[in-house]
């Protein structure tokens, strides 16, 4: 079957330092990998997206690569900002139209 | 252009009530996706519907269940409500029924049971 792990949350972070949030999946056939971000009393949004392996997906500084090898696909931003605070999901689609999501890990970002 | 809405924003119900909560997607998306978020749970798939048929369901109850409209607003019906059943429902749309389309989400109703 299909489904994600992700770290479990909270995360609490400094401003500028280093965010790393664990995913790794399972999945029949060849799936796309996403993160979505949900700020504060909004829906989701896409942050990025990977759809084979090796791809680096990324967007306002996030980054994450999709690993076949290891069936991962870890978020990370080398410096966060306070409006980074969100809680992040990790997903997959395969070739049906439905994603299949990660619980969520909240990140909490201090000035 | 308006993004997908969701109404109400919330909602509160006692067990056995039933409930029926709205989206209109972004005008000129044809396909809506609903979604539960719940703490225990993450997000879960519900259903999608495409020009008013459902194309895929979830692993969740025949208590759930939805319908599209013509102008592709759809409603998701809840009967015989739960305690478990308190959660965010979101719903997402896309232009057509590509799978590497990209989805857009609606802020979510807020579903309590008492």
């Known amino acids: 079957g299909n489904s994600v792990t992700q770290m479990e949350g909270p995360v609490t972070l400094s401003e500028e330092a280093f965010l790393t949030i664990n995913c790794t999946y399972t999945?029949?056939?060849?799936?796309?990998l996403f993160w979505y971000v949900q700020y504060p009393g909004e829906g989701l949004q896409l942050l990025l997206k990977?759809?084979?392996?090796?791809d680096k997906g990324s967007n306002k500084g996030f980054e994450a690569t999709y690993r076949k090898e290891t069936t991962s696909f870890h978020l990370e931003k080398g410096s966060v900002q306070v409006s980074d605070s969100a809680v992040y999901f990790c997903?997959?689609?395969?070739?049906?139209?439905?994603?299949?999501f990660g619980t969520g890990t909240r990140l909490t970002v201090i000035p | 252009k308006a993004g997908v809405t969701q109404t109400p924003r919330y909602l509160i119900k006692t067990r056995g009530q039933q409930v029926t909560l709205s989206c209109s997607p972004i005008?000129?998306?044809?396909?809506v996706s609903w979604y539960q978020q719940t703490p225990g749970q993450g997000l879960q798939f519900l259903f999608e519907?495409?020009?008013?048929?459902?194309?895929n369901k979830g692993n969740f109850p025949g208590r759930f269940s939805g319908r599209q409209f013509s102008n592709s607003r759809s409603e998701m019906n809840v009967s015989t409500l739960e305690l478990g059943d308190s959660a965010l429902y979101l719903c997402a749309s896309r232009q057509g029924a590509a799978t590497n389309e990209k989805l857009f989400f609606g802020s979510g109703t807020q579903l309590s049971v008492l």
């Open positions: 990977a759809t084979k392996a090796d």
């Open positions: 997903a997959l689609k395969t070739g049906a139209n439905n994603l299949f």
């Open positions: 005008s000129g998306h044809r396909s």
């Open positions: 519907y495409f020009s008013e048929t459902q194309r």
């Open positions: 999945a029949t056939g060849y799936p796309s």
